[in-house]
């Protein structure tokens, strides 16, 4: 998932928060054709066994906060859900599923990946600000997948996004890369750990230039630009914290599912730095709830 970074340009500072959801449409909307090969979705839907290596992982963690450490019969949104192949992880986990994202192609191949799934599934089209809204419903689990946190602007109104969508005793689950690894020059081939981006949010956000995908660096896109926003991990938790919801858990993790950085090395985990893993952490964790 590693491209290059740069501050927006004067040019940049000229677009509205409506003009960098759509560049990043865009090129989301341009990605649903190759991740759909990449995610391996025929083998996803050919064994009604599988699921998604993000859910297998994340399911281990949300566990010990959900009601006998199972999601069978609960409610269960995923905010950012891509093409659905984690939401439908969920639905043959037993929960009963919907998934938002703000991609109408994203959407329409959710939709006919549950299809070809046999699986019950609601997907609908709408941005994290607006997915409430849409949603008209309470749910017992608000559920983010890894790799979503740093497309999104403005985090206070996605925590409130959050609360509206949990019912009284909800759980909300988060895992994502680690601000910190944000931060380091994911160029370098030297192993050389070097803070060159920003770790605060304050300054807008960050634009990209990359003509490929995370899930197949072969695909070259058409729709190049990009823009995500960075942000610390208080910048997370405290939004979350003020609109009312009650911290449970919260962890650092030395593995990450992607090769986020030159030098990463595959495990049976998932990527990790090789040979001191304890120097940077590389995804956090957090279950919160929405009290009674």
Request: glycine share 6%; aromatic share 10%; hydrophobic share 40%.
């Amino acid at each position: 998932m590693a491209a290059s970074r740069s501050s927006v340009s004067i040019e940049d500072w000229t677009m509205s928060g409506d003009d960098f959801t759509e560049a990043n449409r865009a090129n989301w909307d341009e990605r649903v054709a190759p991740h759909l090969i990449a995610y391996g979705t025929d083998n996803f839907t050919a064994d009604p066994a599988a699921l998604s290596d993000v859910v297998r992982t994340d399911y281990e963690l949300m566990a010990p906060y959900l009601p006998h450490e199972s999601v069978e019969g609960l409610r269960l949104v995923h905010l950012q859900c891509h093409i659905g192949t984690d939401t439908l992880s969920w639905a043959r986990l037993g929960a009963d599923v919907t998934g938002i994202d703000f991609s109408s192609k994203a959407i329409s191949a959710a939709r006919k990946l549950a299809d070809n799934a046999g699986l019950d599934a609601t997907f609908i089209e709408a941005t994290v600000d607006d997915a409430a809204d849409y949603a008209n419903s309470r749910f017992d689990v608000v559920y983010t997948g890894i790799g979503a946190i740093t497309w999104l602007a403005d985090l206070e109104k996605w925590a409130t996004t959050v609360f509206r969508l949990l019912k009284p005793g909800g759980l909300f689950f988060i895992r994502d890369g680690h601000p910190m690894l944000y931060s380091v020059d994911d160029e370098r081939t030297d192993g050389q750990l070097v803070l060159t981006s920003p770790y605060f949010s304050g300054h807008g956000p960050l634009r990209f230039d990359e003509g490929t995908t995370y899930a197949d660096d072969a695909v070259q896109l058409n729709n190049v630009t990009t823009y995500e926003w960075p942000h610390s991990l208080s910048e997370i938790i405290q939004p979350l914290l003020s609109v009312g919801l009650e911290l449970l858990s919260f962890q650092e993790h030395a593995v990450i599912p992607w090769k986020a950085l030159p030098s990463m090395v595959p495990t049976h985990h998932g990527f990790e730095l090789p040979g001191g893993a304890e120097r940077l952490p590389l995804t956090f964790s957090l279950a919160a709830r929405r009290p009674l």
